[in-house]
């Protein structure tokens, strides 16, 4: 298997996108312009009447019934003529509440099949409608960076004029305000990413990359005062790429923690998730009675900033408590492990809350697996027992509820373990949880080795090859993972023998 690893790092104004309002008269009835403001679109390779566009390769989906539930970002409805000019170019208005600067503009059209606009018109304005910056470009690529710094712009006007294939409408589903840089091959020496879930969410684990950049170009100099170092804001995103025989993988969006020059020419990177970003900010905090879990998830990730999006199961569950003042990671946590959610967001931009799977993924054989793997007996837990709060007029009731093992061995040491600090846990859903805690902890077979990754992700239910012709099946916790050194992890399997 051939392997590649890619990372964008984007030198973006952060707050642009969710400050902007995107709008096209020239556009599709069934796109949605705001999507324009997400990044990570899925976008498919539906065929349309386009010329030479739709091939009988198997790779096109048919145009689906209802568009309206897929990703697309801008779509004219104008196509352009033979000669690839639009007779009424496409213009594309971007309005702001505050104002923004940036180094430029990258565009990224439809990668998939490789059609993009060839000539545009950017027009930046300022404060009074002003006109700040009028720009021609020529993009000879699917992603292209307008390269033009703009500061304290309010609003922005594209015009579109020609494709680079004839007949052809224009694609454009992800715009960024900033330059995206992109680093692969000899320029990345190592890049490791640790992915980590927590099946009961009693922590919400933190998902990092670290990679060591080589680069001769002093711009990458902590010491440059016109270096990028300089123009990273809060929340810089990377995002993560594995090629895998030629076939691109998504990794996931990081955020910058650390910068090293370990000398002149190499950079040491330590990155994190977003729910590591949602450990640095803080959550005022509320009292709740009878209310839906969605409610208090919606009101944590609005305050935070962050995207996501959660099981609708688990989101009607209602909940009564307390959540003090404390980080929107501690808040979601409470929430999640009162529901039995699991929070991760691995190869995604945004968080995902969702149940413990029941459907099996995948089979992990001895034909994937490194020499030493470990298989490990986990402690026995007899019990647990779980205080329920019970808060009226702001003084708690507390009262414990337990499930115990009803067929313990002679000679076998009770060990019941104990949960009191979970402060969205009330009399109504005590018993519930304590019962999902005592199930996990019945999963006690943990097995860890290396593996050759395919397409295996923490949360998934998978079966692996153990001792003796048996197998393991359980959910991936970890997954430690070689992006350079041939898409090797380090895994970790928690459950059970597979009768």
């Not at 000669?83 to 990668?111: A, D, K, Q, R, Y």
């Not at 991936?476 to 992890?489: H, R, S």
């Amino acid at each position: 298997m051939r392997t590649k690893t890619a990372i964008s790092f984007g030198l973006v104004d952060v707050t642009a996108k969710p400050d902007s309002i995107f709008i096209a008269d020239d556009k599709q009835s069934f796109v949605d312009m705001q999507q324009l403001k997400y990044d990570e679109l899925e976008i498919r390779k539906f065929a349309t009447l386009e010329k030479d566009y739709f091939r009988l390769d198997g790779t096109f989906e048919l145009f689906p019934d209802d568009p309206t539930e897929h990703d697309f970002g801008l779509w004219s409805s104008s196509m352009s003529e033979g000669n690839g000019e639009f007779v009424n170019p496409v213009m594309l208005t971007i309005e702001f509440t505050e104002l923004h600067n940036s180094l430029g503009l990258t565009f990224t059209f439809h990668e998939a099949t490789d059609d993009y606009c060839t000539a545009m018109n950017v027009r930046w304005y300022g404060t009074s409608n002003s006109l700040l910056s009028n720009m021609d470009f020529n993009p000879g690529s699917t992603v292209y960076f307008a390269d033009n710094a703009v500061e304290g712009y309010t609003k922005i006007i594209i015009t579109f004029y020609s494709t680079n294939k004839p007949y052809r409408y224009l694609k454009l589903p992800q715009l960024d305000f900033g330059q995206i840089k992109l680093f692969s091959g000899r320029d990345l020496i190592n890049a490791n990413i640790l992915e980590e879930i927590d099946p009961i969410s009693s922590e919400l684990r933190i998902n990092t990359l670290n990679f060591t950049l080589y680069s001769e170009d002093a711009e990458f100099s902590i010491l440059n005062p016109q270096g990028i170092f300089s123009r990273l804001q809060q929340k810089q995103p990377l995002k993560v790429y594995e090629y895998l025989d030629g076939v691109k993988k998504k990794m996931g969006t990081y955020y910058l923690d650390e910068w090293e020059n370990e000398d002149e020419y190499n950079i040491n990177m330590s990155t994190i998730d977003l729910v590591g970003v949602l450990d640095g900010t803080n959550f005022a905090g509320g009292t709740y009675s009878n209310v839906t879990a969605g409610f208090i998830i919606n009101e944590i990730m609005m305050s935070a900033n962050a995207e996501y999006e959660f099981d609708e199961g688990l989101g009607s569950k209602m909940l009564s408590g307390l959540i003090p003042v404390c980080t929107h990671r501690e808040a979601l946590q409470q929430v999640a492990f009162a529901i039995g959610g699991i929070v991760d967001c691995s190869r995604t931009h945004k968080i995902k809350i969702y149940p413990m799977p029941t459907v099996l993924s995948g089979h992990i054989g001895k034909d994937r697996k490194f020499e030493g793997h470990k298989l490990k007996l986990k402690p026995l837990v007899t019990g647990v027992e779980v205080t329920a709060h019970n808060y009226v007029n702001g003084e708690d009731n507390p009262r414990i509820f337990g499930v115990y093992s009803t067929s313990l061995a002679p000679g076998d040491k009770e060990n019941i373990l104990k949960v009191e600090e979970a402060t969205l846990v009330s009399n109504s859903n005590a018993l519930e949880v304590a019962q999902r805690v005592y199930d996990y902890f019945q999963m006690r077979h943990q097995n860890e080795g290396e593996i050759l990754l395919q397409n295996e992700e923490c949360g998934q239910i998978v079966t692996i090859d153990s001792l003796h012709n048996q197998k393991i099946k359980g959910i991936v916790e970890k997954l430690d993972i070689d992006l350079t050194g041939g898409f090797i992890a380090a895994s970790t399997i928690t459950g059970g023998l597979l009768e």
